[in-house]
């Protein structure tokens, strides 16, 4: 399988990037898009869980403070902070692997790879659940997934060189969950790759690019964003992704798309 690597970035515009994530991911079930592989960041924001509510997450005093911009995923799991420390990255891929309908597997072949590109930059990692990365016992890793039968969504957020000062200060994080890890601070359960390990950015995407490609069997081709891509993103962006009561409120917004945007 080809897979196209993508690295266009909407730094200050967390919400137009799950528009685009999502638009990959429909035009893909209907073969109008191709397998990717999508580095992304952002300079300053908040990505909470479909299931989660904004102000029960995030300290949102310090959201408005330093103008963290506050997005909502389509997908399950918790909020994570993002800044240019983080790597972002997504993985839209057909399965070919027959793991779409087992949550348990998919994880399983979509954090392997992560494993093994530390391992090639020599260093030990572990996957103590089932969606995270950590070394040294920190947590460096966090991820996610939209399953589809027959197709795969997975997405994560790694920390290379974060502000761990300001994630402890604009997520909320409850004590029990602290406690049950035998810690006071959630800044002493995460941890930075460089800070442990001395690889930057660079270092790491390099050795993502080659786990991915090695475990899941792929050969990459870097290419950018298409026409199409980007014009239902931006429908997606303003009927769902930016409105209101998606990114704050307990409503699932289902978004009917003309099929002018499909074909």
Do not use: C
């Amino acid at each position: 399988m080809r897979v196209r690597l993508v690295e266009h970035e909407f730094l200050d515009n967390p919400r137009m990037s799950l528009a685009v994530e999502e638009a990959i991911f429909r035009l893909m079930l209907l073969g109008k898009s191709p397998p990717t592989l999508w580095f992304w960041r952002h300079r300053n924001a908040v990505i909470i869980g479909k299931f989660q509510i904004a102000e029960e997450e995030v300290n949102m005093d310090v959201v408005q403070q330093y103008n963290v911009q506050i997005a909502k995923r389509d997908t399950g799991g918790g909020a994570v902070y993002q800044d240019l420390g983080n790597l972002i990255y997504s993985v839209i891929i057909p399965d070919i692997y027959g793991v779409s309908n087992d949550v348990i597997r998919m994880y399983e072949a979509m954090i392997k790879p992560v494993l093994l590109a530390f391992k090639m930059l020599g260093i030990r990692a572990e996957s103590p659940g089932l969606n995270d990365v950590e070394i040294n016992d920190r947590k460096v890793l966090g991820s996610a997934a939209g399953l589809r039968e027959g197709f795969v969504l997975f997405h994560a957020t790694m920390l290379i060189s974060s502000n761990l000062d300001m994630l402890a200060r604009v997520l909320k994080v409850p004590k029990t969950k602290l406690q049950d890890k035998g810690i006071t601070q959630v800044s002493h359960r995460v941890g930075n790759v460089y800070d442990l390990t001395g690889k930057d950015m660079d270092d790491v995407k390099y050795a993502l690019l080659r786990g991915y490609s090695e475990y899941l069997g792929f050969e990459y081709y870097r290419d950018e964003l298409t026409e199409r891509e980007l014009r239902l993103a931006e429908y997606l962006y303003y009927n769902k992704y930016n409105r209101p009561e998606w990114v704050f409120g307990r409503e699932f917004i289902s978004v009917e798309i003309p099929r002018e945007l499909l074909e």
